[in-house]
């Protein structure tokens, strides 16, 4: 009987202190040749649980697997031996949510023998971490692990309390993974995959570490998949990362960043980038404050046929008013004939505006003519059309302001000049209170939490 390619202690809230602990729940693991997906998540791993399951996992790299799966990990032997060692089935790697009241002393160590052991796993090629606090004080494994491991090919980082210090040290080992998979394809390996995908949101990453993420993209320029919502990173911050690093990104498919802010500033330069990205599927800017100019210069530029691929685009809640609206309506009709989906709502418009009707006949009529083709990841009631409008701004507060639209624009120009220069002298401040904050995490506080955690563990096992 075949054994399962997945391995789960998916959200089964074990508080695994120690190997005794452990033992028994690693049997299906250890006893398990091809499995391909480890899942943990949902539990909290201490740092002997994690020396025991590493070891576990240490002995995977010597199994042996289908001929299929040599080519894709000869690079990764350490000497220049033969083929004495077989190879390990693991590819997939959800360590999401492990360290839940663990203290600050623990993860580094707990993490370390987990990533340690990891590394020895030439075909591990996806690895989530998200929902784990990985601050200042315990990044060091993690920096450690992604600048080492040629196999990478998906990054998961949500919410993991990086902020800006941190989000740079993770960002400059990218920048080193780039630099040794370049390396290596230079000595003749040509089996090195590019990383495809790096999500890293909810991180507090801001400003502070935008030049060290256009750095790291730079240098990975074959990623596919980026998503960094909600990282308050600003406007300025925003333009380099797209100006100096995604820019060269030219196979990117989807993005997504989502609340953060881009004013005027952002939406310049997304405009700018935009046409470079003729593969886009997915781009999400939506609570991003483009404003009402800036929506404009956004759908201009998608209006020049560059980005012919495009199925979905977000932009709620980003001033857009009846003028932005209109040039989106003629930028689909005329230059995106793959959109199937436009979110709109929290914007400045009216719903009863001609552009909103022009846009949903559009979407459906395109719908119709796909819907015998079966394409199931199309389907579903968000896969089409136009979102529900139910959180416009009313547009005439806009209109009592008077009809000088080049003394607004003027205006505009100032203030965004004048948050520009503010947001530079603020930046060290920022960068500086982050540090600060991430150096005195209150030891009380986790102990309080790990005995909370503990209470709830004995109330659930029995």
């Known amino acids: 009987m075949a054994s399962s390619k997945i391995f789960s202690l998916e959200g089964k809230g074990l508080k695994l202190d120690t190997a005794a602990d452990t033992e028994s729940h690693l049997d299906a693991l250890r006893n398990n040749d091809t499995v391909e997906e480890i899942r943990l998540g949902g539990n909290t791993l201490g740092v002997e649980a994690c020396k025991l399951l590493a070891s576990v996992l240490e002995t995977k790299k010597t199994l042996q697997v289908e001929l299929s799966h040599t080519s894709a990990t000869l690079y990764q032997l350490k000497n220049n031996t033969q083929l004495t060692v077989g190879f390990s089935n693991i590819q997939i790697a959800n360590l999401a949510d492990i360290f839940t009241s663990r203290l600050l002393s623990e993860i580094p160590l707990a993490l370390s023998s987990l990533l340690t052991a990891l590394l020895t796993i030439p075909t591990l090629h996806t690895i989530n971490l998200s929902d784990n606090a990985f601050g200042l004080n315990t990044q060091a494994p993690l920096v450690h692990f992604l600048s080492q491991h040629m196999p990478l090919r998906h990054l998961i980082l949500n919410n993991n309390g990086l902020g800006p210090n941190a989000g740079t040290l993770i960002a400059n080992a990218l920048k080193t993974l780039a630099q040794k998979k370049d390396a290596s394809r230079k000595e003749g390996h040509t089996d090195v995959p590019p990383l495809e995908t790096v999500i890293c949101g909810r991180n507090r990453l801001e400003n502070g570490s935008m030049s060290a993420w256009a750095t790291a993209f730079a240098a990975h320029n074959e990623v596919r998949e980026v998503k960094m919502v909600q990282n308050g990173i600003r406007q300025e911050g925003i333009s380099h990362l797209l100006h100096e690093g995604l820019r060269h990104a030219t196979g990117l498919r989807v993005l997504d960043l989502q609340d953060n802010t881009f004013t005027v500033i952002g939406a310049r330069a997304l405009a700018d980038v935009v046409p470079n990205w003729q593969r886009l599927s997915e781009l999400g800017v939506g609570d991003c404050l483009l404003s009402a100019r800036g929506s404009i210069l956004v759908a201009n530029a998608l209006s020049k046929g560059h980005n012919k691929t495009l199925e979905v685009l977000r932009l709620q809640y980003n001033d857009i008013d009846a003028k932005g609206l209109a040039a989106f309506a003629t930028a689909n009709k005329n230059a995106l004939p793959s959109l199937r989906r ?91 209170a982050d540090e600060a904050e991430a150096e005195n995490v209150p030891q009380q506080k986790d102990k309080g939490v790990d005995e909370l955690a503990d209470q709830l563990s004995k109330t659930e096992l029995k």
């Open 342 to 432: 436009i979110e709109l709502n929290g914007n400045k418009f009216s719903e009863e505006d001609p552009a909103v009707d022009e846009l949903r006949e559009l979407l459906e009529t395109r719908r119709k003519e796909v819907e015998d083709e079966k394409d199931s990841h199309r389907e579903g009631v968000n896969a089409w059309g136009l979102d529900t409008l139910s959180d416009l701004e009313d547009e005439d507060s806009e209109s009592e302001h008077g009809d000088g639209d080049g003394n607004e624009d003027e205006e505009e120009e100032e203030e965004e000049e004048e948050r520009e220069e503010e947001d530079g002298k603020g930046e060290k401040i920022l960068q500086e």
